[in-house]
């Protein structure tokens, strides 16, 4: 019984949990850099904007707070496709929608408390919108954007781009006015 007990709490002291606070440096956080990318590779989260957390799932993003994700494919996914897909138009597109919404986002005060984050990773774990904790699976989703902010319904369009800027969809989710 001894001997039970013993392992029991070198298990118990064994594990810890492990989380990683983002530190201050831009309003871009990219988990990995997307092809293509329009953000450099040294793009790190706001502070509170993300924390890698132990979890089941590899190849995670989690979130809370406000937020814009733009959804991007892994390096494995691209390069699956040929180029007769369109894959590098469209990825080319949404790289200027991405780098134009960024740009109005940092030069208006009125979007200082969103955190703009570009995803290539699979699963999506949103901690504090309205039905959350909410965990995505973005399998079939090559590009798309998340918003969500806390006590909110999270709003998604997947598989849609285009090369202007997402501040009309923005605005409209987070009640901002022109």
């Given at each position: ?21 983002a ?14 990318s ?5 793009s ?11 979890t ?10 406000s ?29 200027v929608?991405?780098e134009?919404?960024e ?7 009125k979007?200082?408390d ?59 989710y ?5």
């Amino acid at each position: 019984m001894t001997r039970w007990l013993s392992i029991l709490i070198m298990i118990v002291y064994s594990c810890k949990s492990s989380t990683t606070k983002a530190t201050k440096d831009t309003k871009i956080f990219s988990d990995t850099t997307p092809n293509k990318s329009v953000l450099s590779s040294d793009s790190k989260p706001n502070a509170g904007s993300a924390r890698i957390l132990k979890t089941h799932l590899h190849d995670t993003t989690v979130l809370s707070g406000s937020f814009i994700l733009f959804l991007r494919p892994d390096s494995t996914r691209f390069e699956s496709y040929d180029e007769a897909s369109g894959i590098y138009d469209s990825d080319s597109d949404f790289g200027v929608a991405i780098e134009n919404t960024e740009d109005s986002i940092l030069k208006n005060k009125k979007y200082k408390d969103i955190k703009l984050v570009v995803s290539t990773n699979r699963f999506i774990i949103i901690k504090d919108c309205k039905t959350c904790p909410l965990t995505i699976d973005r399998d079939t989703v090559d590009y798309g954007i998340i918003l969500s902010s806390k006590n909110k319904q999270i709003k998604t369009t997947y598989n849609e781009v285009h090369s202007g800027d997402y501040l009309q969809d923005v605005n409209e989710y987070f009640d901002l006015k022109k």
